[in-house]
């Protein structure tokens, strides 16, 4: 039999590409990976142990870790946390068991000096109610003589008194941190978590958004009852995206809402974050896996006469995952681009386009728990000498996706409106064909007083390429008096491209105008979990940005509700008395016009220096929607200014919009820096700040130096769009580490609103939808 190779690690943990026999890793010392997989019982707070083999080569014949094994050169992590568990002691269980807690580093030499172990451990927690019967397991003997079961803090107390019956681990260390996880899980202070979830929630003013429906034909408002429905299937979608595990958690925090105060509150703010993980707190959990569903597996391991089977908790990691469910947990870019150099030019288009998911072979293999349409398209796989594959989303999300475009038809067949009627019908179509060309554009042509967007759009949620593109449903009334007034700026985007500060290598040589629509929202779902969408600028397809632009959506009644809540309540508290009266809504709100128009001016489709075509979010990769959304913002404001000049915009404006930014500053940073506005709002800021644009005050206020202003916001808007251009991933890193930072003063303003209790968002109620629904 083959010995076993492993990947050969740096000391930081990266792969080098090179893989050794598993004799030649330990006898050189060599860097490489394994899993820890701890088995804890919440009922009895017990965790497994195994009693290590006599035969083994390091540490024979002590009790240690519930299984562990190394990962094999070109294996997965989490794969192989499965594949362990059930060699060593019999138990399948699926990947949503698996929760990983943390890496944990381990450097010893045993063996008088013939086995030097440098090992990168995954450690995962697997919890289930009760213990699982000891007849249930089946051991490996080779590798595993017994199991029993001990009380976590007695375990911890051994490992500090070093028993020799136990393999060694440092509690006092990295390792602590398991123990320290238990014990948060075990010691629930209720009143305490209680109270958290309640200061958490008062962040979010709640409101009512609903518009009339009277100028609607009795048809339209039929559709209307149908299209809410969609989207109330695309929001099962978005939280799918989000984790996989995340539906079964939803279902079981809404079914145990009633059971108590805290159980109500964890519920409330679920839905406003469709995840465990807080938007405003820079996505630190305020849930665990102690929270979540309970799933029954009889088949898990053995039966035993008389025990229903073992039961687990659905988990999700405390870190929220960087590529969300778009890609295997484990994956990592390097894995990615080495399949991705294996692939054709068709082939890389669809693994790294909006609409596909990432997938691993082995997964289908062990994770019974597969739909069966999901298993089906696993065998119809071609051969491959790769784990990963892509699926359309049209085939991961078959079930719910047919069921929307199902409601989707029905809707277009009442409609009144050709345009919806056209729109509906091809939305419904891309559901199922996956490809969304002819209803962007059918979108894009939308003219009716029904304004519906709905499909996968924005990429914020996958932060390791920015490449998947998460479904949304956006609902509203279209204010045609707004809209008409707004013209204007969608008809002078080829006038802003052509006079951008902006070397003209880089200009966009075909803009064309951006019909801007101004609805009132009645409904929203998908992602839109945590801050609440103003306006939106659409679609992102390049292809469909340079055959026919953009198109805008602004969504009036939530910046009303923003404005009054939020924005006047900031410019009460952090901005000088003096222009504190500069700050309005219609400045608020059109430089919100002039955000959304400044996506569609820009670099977007670009040559490399070795005339390689490209795009700047390929190049950008996971830097893209900060530095996308902080062009929008500054160049918006260059903007503004320009069209001033030109005589398009009056001059009273140009006060009123500078403090108006700047108040609008303080409210986009408070969403968090790994929120792609926030982050680009803290680049804004403390750029204009460092030159002597943004002022602060003893006082502890801000104001704006109108004589430094109008530079500053030129010269970011140069050095973002240059980057843009040249697709410069280098030059944004240095950009974004260099100001997306929160400086002393920016630090006191924030606090000063926390102690203030100024909302930081808003929390909608459409009681229009409801009532269609029911």
Known sequence: MAEEHFDVLTKSGEKTGVSKPRSEIHRDGDYHRAVHVWIFVESTQELLLQLRSDDKDSWPGQWDISSAGHISAGDPSLISAQRELEEELGIKLPKDAFEKIFVFLQECVTNNGKFINNEFNDVYLVTVLHPIPLKAFTLQKEEVSAVKYIPYEEYRNLLAKEDPAYVPYDVNGDYGKLFEILRQRCQVNTEA???????????????????????????????????????????????????????????????????????????????????????????????????????????????????????????????????????????????????????????????????????????????????????????????????????????????????????????????????????????????????????????????????????????????????????????????????????????????????????????????????????????????????????????????????????????????????????????????????????????????????????????????????????????LQELHSSMEEAKADIVGLWALKFLITKGLLPKSMVESMYVSFLAGCFRSIRFGLTEAHGKGQALIFNWLYEKGAFVFHEDSTFSVDFTKVEDAVESLSHEILTIQGRGDKKAATLLLNSYCTITGPLKASLEKLESVKVPVDISPTFPLADALMN
């Open 193 to 619: 978590r209680s109270l958290s979830l309640q200061k958490q929630l008062q962040r979010y003013s709640p409101v009512t958004l609903e518009a009339k429906l009277t100028e609607l034909s009795e048809a339209d408002q039929k559709a209307l009852g149908l299209i809410v429905k969609a989207a109330k299937v695309i929001d099962d979608i978005f939280y799918e995206q989000l984790w996989y595990s995340n539906p079964a958690l939803r279902e079981w925090l809404k079914e145990h809402a009633n059971a108590s105060e805290l159980d109500k509150l964890k519920w409330d703010y679920f839905l406003i974050n469709k995840s465990p993980w807080s938007s405003l707190d820079e996505n630190e959990p305020f849930l665990t896996t102690a929270d979540s569903a309970v799933k029954l597996l009889p088949e898990a391991t053995k039966l035993i006469a008389g025990w229903k089977g073992l039961e687990y908790r659905a988990a999700f990691p405390l870190t929220k995952p960087p590529g969300a469910n778009f890609y295997p947990p484990d994956m990592d870019k390097m894995e990615f681009n080495l399949w991705l150099s294996s692939l054709t030019e068709e082939q890389k288009h669809a693994a790294t386009g909006f609409f596909s998911i990432i997938k691993r072979r082995s997964e289908a293999n062990l994770d019974a728990s597969q739909s069966d349409h999901l298993a089906n398209i696993t065998k119809k796989l071609p051969d491959s000498n790769s784990d990963l594959y892509s699926v359309p989303c049209s085939e991961i999300y078959r079930p719910s996706l047919t069921k929307a475009s199902e409601l989707l038809h029905k809707a277009g067949n009442l409609t009144t409106s050709q345009s919806l009627k056209k729109l509906l019908h091809s939305k419904a179509e891309a559901f199922l064909s996956n490809d969304y060309y002819e209803s962007d554009i059918a979108w894009m042509d939308l003219d009716s007083k029904l304004d519906i967007t709905i499909g996968p759009y924005e990429t914020y949620e996958d932060e390791i390429f920015g490449y998947k593109a998460s479904f949304e449903a956006f609902i509203g009334i279209r204010d045609d008096k707004a809209t008409a007034d707004l013209r204007l700026f969608g008809n002078n985007l080829k006038l802003l491209e052509d006079n951008l500060p902006l070397d003209s290598v880089y200009k966009s040589k075909d803009v064309s105008a951006a019909p801007i629509r101004v609805i009132q929202l009645i409904y929203n779902s998908g992602d839109v979990k945590g801050p609440q969408t103003v306006a939106y600028n659409l679609p992102n397809d390049e292809k469909i940005v340079k055959d026919r632009g953009t198109s805008m959506v602004m969504l009036k009644n939530v910046q009303e509700a923003k404005f009054e809540h939020i924005l006047k309540p900031i410019a009460e508290v952090l901005i000088s008395n003096e222009q504190r009266g500069f700050v309005d809504f219609d400045s608020f709100f059109t430089h919100t016009i002039c955000h959304e128009c400044c996506h569609g001016i820009g670099p977007h489709t670009i040559t490399l220096p070795d005339g390689e075509p490209s795009t700047v979010r390929k190049e």
